[in-house]
């Protein structure tokens, strides 16, 4: 199983480069940390065990509203790849299961 995550900028237009993501489980603990790189993508997440986790963004410096966006979502089989998009707008965002 692998894990990655992709951010684009909804207003630009752009993929967002140098945003910090976390990646927890689900009782808070810290898995990994990384940052976007010039294409807005980490590829390298550590996969994470069957179960909840989160990926927080820490989208203060591309959205007045949205300080941080948080996406919990649910891995059931460890031998897939997981990737979990973020499409964000000053004043909205949305996310799906990518591949």
Do not use: C
């Not at 951010?7 to 009782?27: F, I, M, W, Y």
């Not at 994470?48 to 410096?61: S, Y």
């Amino acid at each position: 199983m692998s894990l990655s995550t992709h951010v684009l900028n909804a207003a630009t237009g752009r993929p967002a480069d140098g945003v910090s993501v976390r990646l927890e489980a689900a009782d808070g603990t810290l898995l990994a940390q990384g940052t976007t790189d010039a294409d807005g993508r980490i590829k390298d997440l550590p996969a994470p065990e069957p179960g909840v986790h989160r990926l927080i963004f820490d989208t203060g410096d591309l959205s007045p509203f949205y300080p941080e966006v948080t996406i919990a979502f649910t891995v059931t089989d460890p031998a897939q790849h997981y990737h979990v998009p973020l499409l964000l707008s000053p004043f909205s965002f949305s996310t799906y299961r990518g591949s």
